[in-house]
């Protein structure tokens, strides 16, 4: 998927954390941007007859697809159509932020001060999170799982 010059990474890094998949539609109608869950999705549509809203969206309706428009103020710039998630995936917010931190820290090989950096958050919000998620350091340096 070709990305659009006007998603700065911040944005397409958030859009790409979503476990649902989110297709990004310009004001005229053409994909502008799909993260990897929706072209997944895409790719078990029928046929290639078109990749423009209102072509997939019928499709997408039947996979439990919600549509939301893009504002800038007043003006309608664009809509963003959301996809469902399999079961299997994280379902409430602080599923998809466990699993992001989890991500991250097995990225950065567990270093602390790196994850917080590339989540964008304080190493004491980190640190704070693992202890509501119930990890801990372990006395060997690794971390394990407290239920």
């Known amino acids: 998927m070709t990305v659009s010059s006007v998603f700065s990474p911040l944005v397409r890094a958030v859009i790409d954390s979503f476990t649902e998949g ?3 539609f ?3 109608g053409a994909i502008v941007y799909a993260n990897c869950h929706a072209e997944a999705a895409l790719r078990t549509l ?3 007859a078109g990749r423009e809203e209102k072509v997939l969206w019928p499709q997408l309706a039947r ?3 919600r549509i ?3 504002k800038v103020g ?3 710039v664009g809509e963003a159509i959301f996809i469902p998630a399999s079961e299997t995936r994280a379902s409430t917010l602080a599923d998809r932020e466990r699993s992001a931190i989890l991500e991250t820290l097995e990225q950065t090989g ?3 001060a790196e994850s917080a950096r590339r989540l964008g958050i304080s190493r004491t919000t980190l640190w704070r999170r693992l202890k509501e998620y119930g990890l801990q350091q372990d ?3 690794g971390w394990s799982q407290v239920f």
């Open 68 to 70: 939301a428009p893009l």
């Open 110 to 112: 567990w270093r602390l």
């Open 74 to 76: 007043e003006l309608q």
């Open 63 to 65: 996979l439990g697809a």
């Open 46 to 48: 029928d046929g290639e």
């Open 26 to 28: 310009d004001h005229q």
């Open 139 to 141: 006395g060997g340096g």
């Open 22 to 24: 989110v297709i990004v």
